[in-house]
DNA sequence: GTCTATATACCGATAGAC
DNA sequence: GTCTATCGGTATATAGAC
């Protein structure tokens, strides 16, 4: 491999390392280029900056976790094997490293506050959501965000505290979600026990 | 009212504010005080800083959003009604401002990463969870954090796009979450009955 | 391509005037 | 109590040597 794709590459994966660990604010791009074995002037021949260091993870180191969390799922069997699939790539990553739903955060916090990045990060949600609404039948496109909105908010509070998350009621919650959004699209008018 | 229970409010609400909208690191202490009609003097004198700020918002400020919504739902009747006062409360909210929710995201970010900051956020989770866990009947508390979590989950696919987020299929997730979890807690009986 | 050196700007925090 | 002035540190980004 040449040098010119070792240093991409080397950047890249420190900058998601750093990005994760210590917030996109945090990581330095001296930070970043030490990590990697580089000075910051690489960062800027390469990417033209911080925000393009970003983009270019936006579009694909992420995409890739998102394909092979996709397959695990789609290696599973019942509703309940994959909604714990899903589960198990929040809180002990298969592939990939423990980091990328930390960087998914990040990602989010500053997409959310710039249109451009809001815009590019749009477009990935919808191709991860798409996967998931094909999977579970969602013909209207809601389970796929809902689904993904669960999963990183049981990871917010998971984070904070631990105690409160287990990983059977992280898949019993995903489950109800599942199950709550595919009886409505049905309209099969299913029994809802209202108690209390 | 004092002159220097005013500062201490105006500051208060100006870090709230720019926390929000600019995130807790692109706020600087010189910005807070500007934007309260203070220099940044009157930061360090009545918090010690920016950290001490931010803790007392933490504690106070956020809390009281916690009660408002609280009461909101105790007034709804039936799960949707009381669903989709959770969820108005997110995307509209009645009281405060529609800040609460980006701040609440803020202070997730900065409590996640350092120790202090994240025992006192769990201490404050875990009251808004108990609250919950109490009104939907969750005696082993699994209710609460999943309902927080898909809350704050939804929010952030929302903001980065708003067409994927209607407000019926918001309520048909939270829905799915309570049921889902309440017909765990009584078909497996490994933990209390459900009381009512 | 990657380095060193540097320009420019802003940050949090402190000291002391008033 | 609140102000001005300022220190020390660090950030992004650039210019030019090699």
Redesign the interface.
């Known amino acids: 491999m040449e040098r010119r794709a070792e240093t991409r590459r080397a950047l890249l994966d420190a900058a998601a390392e750093l990005f994760a660990t ?2 996109i ?2 990581a330095s791009v001296d930070a970043i280029a030490e990590a990697a074995g580089r000075t910051s002037g690489a960062v800027y021949d390469h990417f033209g900056g911080k925000e393009g260091l970003l983009f270019c993870l936006l579009e694909g180191w992420v995409d890739d976790v998102t394909e092979a969390v996709a397959a695990q799922v789609a290696a599973a069997e019942g509703l309940d094997e994959q909604m714990a699939a899903l589960w198990r790539n929040v809180t002990r990553p298969v592939t990939g490293d423990g980091r990328w739903i930390a960087l998914e ?1 990040e990602l ?2 500053y ?3 710039r249109d451009e990045a ?1 815009e590019r ?2 477009l990935r ?2 191709r991860a ?1 798409a996967g998931m609404d094909s999977e579970w039948a969602s013909p209207d ?2 389970v ?3 689904l ?10 998971r ?3 631990p105690s ?3 990983d ?3 898949v ?2 995903l ?7 595919r009886r ?1 699209t049905t309209a099969a008018g299913e029994t ?5």
Chains 1, 2 share one sequence.
């Open positions: 210590r917030g604010d945090g955060h989010w916090r997409a959310s506050r809001r990060l749009a949600y919808q959501w496109g809601t796929g965000p809902a993904m909105g669960l999963l990183l908010g049981l990871d917010m509070m984070r904070i505290d409160a998350i287990s059977c009621m992280a019993e919650a489950r109800g979600v599942v199950l709550g959004l409505e809802k026990q209202e108690r209390r």
